[in-house]
Nanobody
């Protein structure tokens, strides 16, 4: 069992930066693949970024590639999402998720645990 708590969301102007954190409980964090997803009202949850259990393999949605960076600190049981050059269309609730397979993939269906989300709002 893994519990995930996101933090770091907020209101930022277009072009600005934010760093999201996802704190995980439990001793097995280092074996899980991790992902970040986002969702806006009336839309399906959208893949943002993912990384493997050791952070060695990463995936990004085309819409954030080159602007966002996913990273993890297994010693601190924490996942990060560094977001730069933010755009109004990045506005959403951002969720972190854990995957027992350890790979870190694009499909939300392949994740086993989810956090409650943190709101990111980018003003124009």
């Amino acid at each position: 069992q893994v519990q995930l708590v996101e933090s770091g969301g907020g209101l930022v102007q277009a072009g600005g930066s934010l760093r999201l954190s996802c704190a995980a409980s439990g001793r097995t964090f280092s074996s899980y693949g991790m992902g970040w997803f986002r969702q806006t009202p009336g839309k399906e949850r959208e893949f943002v970024a993912a990384c493997s259990w050791d952070g060695g393999a990463t995936l990004y949605a085309d819409s954030v590639k080159g602007r966002f960076t996913i990273s993890r600190d297994n010693a601190q049981n924490t996942l990060y999402l560094h977001m730069n050059s933010l755009k109004p269309e990045d506005t959403a609730v951002y969720y972190c998720a854990a995957q027992r397979t350890g790979r870190g993939t694009r499909s939300p269906m392949e994740y086993d645990y989810w956090g409650q989300g943190t709101q990111v709002t980018v003003s124009s």
